[in-house]
């Protein structure tokens, strides 16, 4: 919990949308499918759905994974990318 609000709380949280979706029920969730939330283009088009795999490779460069999103964000330690999807499974 404590590294979700160091690295994504700026932007996400866990029931509101804020500048980013909100991150309840995010696992197996199709991407740019959140209502009331203005995704990219590029996102809304991926055909993501996101699964541990896709949530790794989205954490670690969001934009090798879907050129043109939105996301600045990047978690290049693995550990934390774990960390941080472990923490999300939990958000059902």
Same mark, same amino acid.
């Given at each position: 919990?404590?590294?979700?609000?160091?690295?994504?709380?700026?932007?996400?949280?866990? /029931? /509101?949308?804020?500048?980013? !979706?909100?991150?309840?029920? *995010?696992?197996?969730?199709?991407?740019?499918? *959140? !209502?009331?939330?203005?995704?990219? !283009?590029?996102?809304?088009?991926?055909?993501? *759905? +996101?699964? =541990?795999?896709?949530?790794?490779? +989205?954490?670690?460069? =969001?934009?090798?994974?879907? !050129?043109?999103?939105?996301? @600045? @964000?990047?978690?290049?330690?693995?550990?934390?990318?774990?960390?941080?999807?472990?923490?999300?499974?939990?958000?059902?």
């Amino acid at each position: 919990m404590q590294l979700y609000r160091q690295r994504c709380a700026d932007c996400h949280s866990v /029931d /509101d949308n804020d500048t980013g !979706p909100r991150h309840r029920g *995010v696992l197996g969730r199709s991407a740019g499918t *959140v !209502p009331g939330f203005e995704y990219s !283009p590029a996102l809304r088009r991926s055909g993501l *759905v +996101w699964t =541990p795999r896709t949530l790794d490779a +989205w954490l670690r460069d =969001p934009d090798a994974l879907v !050129p043109g999103q939105a996301m @600045e @964000e990047r978690v290049s330690d693995a550990r934390a990318r774990r960390d941080l999807i472990a923490y999300l499974s939990t958000l059902r």
